[in-house]
């Protein structure tokens, strides 16, 4: 995995417009006419914004058909979550003692010996 | 999930310097001074790459003491994963695509018959 694309990448996904500009891809190819559509921004702004999803490799343009066509590229997406992925051990682990908390809320009975570890043997 | 954390998740992930602080952090708290040895960066060029970290939730400093050690948080890096997870069937899909493929170059037989579709059946 080279380190400059997963900036790219990274750096592409930290915009809103950018994120759902993907989000609509998911669902299929499309031109950038269509693709501009839900968005209250100029034409010249949403092809920047094409232009970083290119560049990072996240979208390809059709060359054959007139209207250039759009598409998704998951590429990169999946180096960024192998990435990620790498610290999954972290959240989950925060999950658990978020859980244990909560059960000893929950129970009267783990509530007594959190405070009195010894309340159970008399 | 809030947008605005995604954005500010993925902008602090895309430098190789933050990631690479994260990378350390994983391996357990410590202090601005230890994180900073391993790159030929001056402090205060260390303390911005925190503070857009801390900014982002991705790590918190200690307050009791003095030396304020610094500590990973993943719950930022969780909602990333999530949000990336609903494109992996597109990258899965590639790789079953490219799987069946290198299929056919091995397999002489599968591609005699991508060749001549009726080359079995005489």
Chains 1, 2 share one sequence.
């Not at 598409?71 to 979550?81: F, I, T, V």
């Not at 682990?93 to 405070?115: I, N, V």
Request: aromatic letters at 8%; hydrophobic letters at 40%.
């Amino acid at each position: 995995m080279n380190t400059s694309n997963l900036d790219s990448t990274f750096a592409a996904l930290a915009d809103p417009t950018r994120r759902a500009i993907l989000g609509r891809l998911a669902l299929g190819e499309t031109s950038v006419t269509e693709l501009a559509a839900p968005f209250e921004m100029s034409m010249p702004a949403i092809s920047k914004h094409l232009k970083v999803l290119e560049r990072a490799g996240l979208i390809v343009r059709g060359r054959e058909a007139q209207w250039r066509p759009c598409k998704l590229q998951a590429g990169p997406l999946q180096d960024a979550s192998v990435w990620i992925d790498e610290y999954r051990k972290f959240w989950e682990q925060s999950f658990d003692r978020l859980d244990d908390y909560l059960k000893t809320l929950q129970d009267p009975t783990l509530q007594a010996k959190e405070k009195h570890p010894e309340h159970k043997r008399k």
